[in-house]
């Protein structure tokens, strides 16, 4: 059954490779950016993985190619240098 829903335009700020790798693998899955996001965080909600075996091997991929490091468990130890010059 489709639910219908109110969807708000936001600015968030993500760390650029985060953001490629999302946008790439949005691409991958022929959805927007957002669906993508909402679909991350409705099953992160329910403590379900949201990814296929196949999936996970694409986004390791897409990591490699936009140089992106970062793990889980640099998600609360990240600074912000977007400012710098």
Same mark, same amino acid.
């Given at each position: 059954m489709t639910k219908s829903v109110e969807?708000?335009?936001?600015g968030v700020r993500l760390e650029k490779r985060l953001l490629k790798v999302l946008k790439g693998l949005a691409e991958h899955l022929d959805? @927007? &950016?957002g669906d993508l996001i909402e679909g &991350?965080? &409705?099953h992160a909600f329910e403590n379900k993985p949201p990814? @296929? /075996? /196949?999936t996970l091997g694409k986004i390791a991929q &897409?990591? @490699?190619v936009y140089d992106l490091d970062l793990s889980a468990s640099d998600s609360h130890n990240l600074q912000d240098n977007s400012n710098e010059t």
């Amino acid at each position: 059954m489709t639910k219908s829903v109110e969807r708000v335009q936001t600015g968030v700020r993500l760390e650029k490779r985060l953001l490629k790798v999302l946008k790439g693998l949005a691409e991958h899955l022929d959805m @927007s &950016l957002g669906d993508l996001i909402e679909g &991350l965080a &409705l099953h992160a909600f329910e403590n379900k993985p949201p990814f @296929s /075996e /196949e999936t996970l091997g694409k986004i390791a991929q &897409l990591k @490699s190619v936009y140089d992106l490091d970062l793990s889980a468990s640099d998600s609360h130890n990240l600074q912000d240098n977007s400012n710098e010059t």
